[in-house]
């Protein structure tokens, strides 16, 4: 074999072996870089996933902080691992360190101790709570009303460690149904009074016709008992008049159609007017009646040039009636009219009467429908029609004043007093 020859096989064999060298080296490299891209994706999807989970972790926080609704964590002995801020501001505490690690009984209002042990021991055998309704203790001891959810959380192996409980604040709730028994209550209230106003009326209507026919009978068979026939007719005739103007009166202020003519009258012309009228009642009812004895007295202790803005017919109306109703119950003594400027400014008129005064649990109801007229309130049944002090009250009412009575203490009778407004 010449040199030549030897040196290019020579050549032949450096340039295989380097040739092998490297693919091997490229081999390698290449297997070097598929692991490292392979260990690069993992750790970028390893990464993705953690991110995502952080996310999630976030929203679940801002959900769980900023809900409206009050939620509370704890752990399988009913203490307090977290809670959000509503659960904290509702509660009254200052910051999450004083509620955390508390037990939820600390938080259970003592008439709802038993409910929220109930509650507790339902979670822990099926595994959740279902709007139950509780009260809840405040920092400063004030309770409120609440409505329960709770669900159970598990750890990896399901064992039962704890719970979320979803706490809404029934207050409004709560007020809404107070109020509607309320509604329920005063429409209650308004039948029952429907029914009274048919039933007093009914009867009020009917009771002067039979004095009326059984009169109008006697004047026409005998002519010598005439003049008391007409009497007794006259007087339950007016009687009618005076049911039939009281129920025209009541459904002109229960319709709100009931008119005012406000004129700037002199107080003591009024005044002057209500004792000469009371004082033809009593005269009236002395003259008719041998066990009855009363005197009016009227007093005016203010200017004599004092004014108020009423209107004369209806405010005169209700002073009468505060004044006939003590006539009614008055059989012996006197019945003071007073009237004065009282320590408010306002012009006050008192009626005083020495009768047997009003019974102490019908005081609240005096001024309302027929108060008068129930058996067994120690007023004499069928005196009255019943309305005259809720139309009294009304008209007051109207003239921006009120009206108000009174038993007189260790003295017999009653005092009602009248304040109305200045001009």
Known sequence: MTCKTQRHTLSNKIRYSTIRRLADQGAHTEMVLRKGFLASRREEIIEGLYNQVRELETKYRKLYEGSPDMYRTIDIDGFIIDCNQAYIDNLGYPTKKEVLGHSVFEHAADKSKDVMRQSFKEWQLVGQVKNKEIWLKR???????????????????????????????????????ERLQEANEALRRAQELQEDFIRVAAHDLRTPIQPILLAAEMARRNTDQRELALDI???????????ANDLLDISRIESGTIQYDMKKLLATDIMDEIIEEAGLSVNSDNKNSQDTSVTIVGQSLHPGNLELKVDRSKIIQALLNIVNNSIKFTKQGQIAIESRMSEGNEFEIRVIDSGPGIPTEVIPRLFEKFATKNPGNGFTKDQGTGLGLYICKSIVAAHGGSVKAMNNGAMPGATFVVSLPMA
Do not use: M, W
């Not at 007719?233 to 049911?243: G, M, Y």
């Open 139 to 177: 920092r400063d001891g004030s309770v409120f009303p609440a409505l329960i959810n709770a669900t159970s959380l598990h750890d990896n192996d399901g064992h039962l460690v704890g719970s979320n409980t979803v706490i809404t604040d029934l207050t409004e709730v709560y007020g809404s149904r």
């Open 233 to 243: 007719i006259v007087r339950e005739a007016k009687r009618l008049k005076q049911l």
